[in-house]
């Protein structure tokens, strides 16, 4: 069983960047791929970005691409999200997962998922 912790979340003023990092018990990640996830209040769980297990291939979906960008480090065993220029439509509580039985084709797709973290929360002022 993998499990997943994010941090980095915070309140940050639109326009700005925030770092969010999932990590796994020790080097546990390092054989995942991983996607990050955001649910905003009264709004669905929406994927927004992925990464697969080599770090070889990243997704975005249309609300990421250009501001965020995801990446890998096998040394910290840490997978990241980069998120700049913040707008407030990005508040939300942000998730990684990882599947047991991951397909890239369904990357986005939340119930292929089995293994989620906590999440850490992310404010954005206006």
């Known amino acids: 069983q993998v499990q997943l912790v994010e941090s980095g979340g915070g309140l940050v003023q639109a326009g700005g960047s925030l770092r969010l990092s999932c990590r796994a018990s020790?080097?546990?990640?390092?054989?995942?791929?991983i996607t990050w996830f955001r649910q905003a209040p009264g709004k669905e769980r929406e994927a927004i970005s992925g990464?697969?297990?080599?770090?070889?291939?990243?997704y975005y979906t249309d609300s990421a691409k250009g501001r965020f960008t995801v990446s890998r480090d096998s040394a910290e065993a840490a997978v990241f999200l980069q998120m700049n220029n913040l707008r407030s439509e990005d508040t939300a509580v942000y998730y990684c997962?990882?599947?047991?039985?991951?397909?890239?084709?369904?990357?986005?797709?939340?119930?292929?998922?089995?293994?989620w973290g906590q999440g850490t929360q992310v404010a954005v002022s206006s």
């Open positions: 997962a990882t599947a047991e039985r991951y397909s890239a084709r369904r990357w986005s797709e939340g119930g292929m998922y089995n293994y």
């Open positions: 990464i697969s297990m080599k770090g070889d291939r990243t």
């Open positions: 020790e080097l546990a990640l390092n054989y995942y791929a």
